[in-house]
C-alpha cells in the first residue's frame, strides 16, 4: 500500500503486538522488507510503501524496485495484501499496483484501512468508487477487507483468510 496506509499497525493488529512492526506518523517510516515468523508456521512481511515519503525520489524508486523484485521472486506467496486508505477516493497509484499484481498473476485481496477515522456511509460509498475503478479493467473484485487498527475492526475475518489460505496453499505443495 501506499506510505502511511496503515501496513505496520495492521501486522500489530492481527500479531497481537502493539509494537512488532514500528510505526509513525510520518511516511515511510518502513525502509526495508521485514519478516516476522508467525506461530513458526508462516510469515507476515512488512513492505515499504509506495508514494509520498520525506526521502529523494531515489531512494523511493529503490525501494519499489526492491518491493517488485521481493514479489516476483516470492515462490512461496501465498497472498498479498494491498492496504487502501479508506478516506480516500481510488488512487492511481492503489490502481496501478493491483494492476501490476494482476499481471504477474500475483494472489492478493484488498484491505481498507482507518475505518475509525470515518463514517460507515462513506466507507461504503469509497468502497463502491474502488470496486467501480477496478471493474473498468477487471472482470472480477479481489477478496476485501474492512478494517481499523484501533478498534481491532476486521481481524477475525483477516486471520480466518489467512489460515484458509496457508492450508490451500500447503495442500498445494
Known sequence: GRSNVGKSSIINMLTGWSRLARTSAEPGKTRTINHFLINDRWYIVDLPGYGYAKTSMKIRDRWMRSVEDYILARENLACLFVLIDSRLEPQRSDLDFMEFLG??????????TKTDKVSEA???????????????????????????????????????FIEETINKFSDSI
Open 122 to 160: 462513506y466507507v461504503n460509498k469509497i468502497l463502491k468508487l474502488h470496486d467501480a475503478a477496478m471493474l473498468e479493467k477487471w472482470e472480477t473484485l479481489p477478496i476485501t477487507f474492512i478494517s481499523s487498527a484501533v478498534k481491532k475492526k476486521g481481524r477475525k475475518e483477516i486471520l480466518e
Open 103 to 112: 499481471l504477474k498473476h500475483i494472489p492478493f485481496a484488498r484491505i481498507f
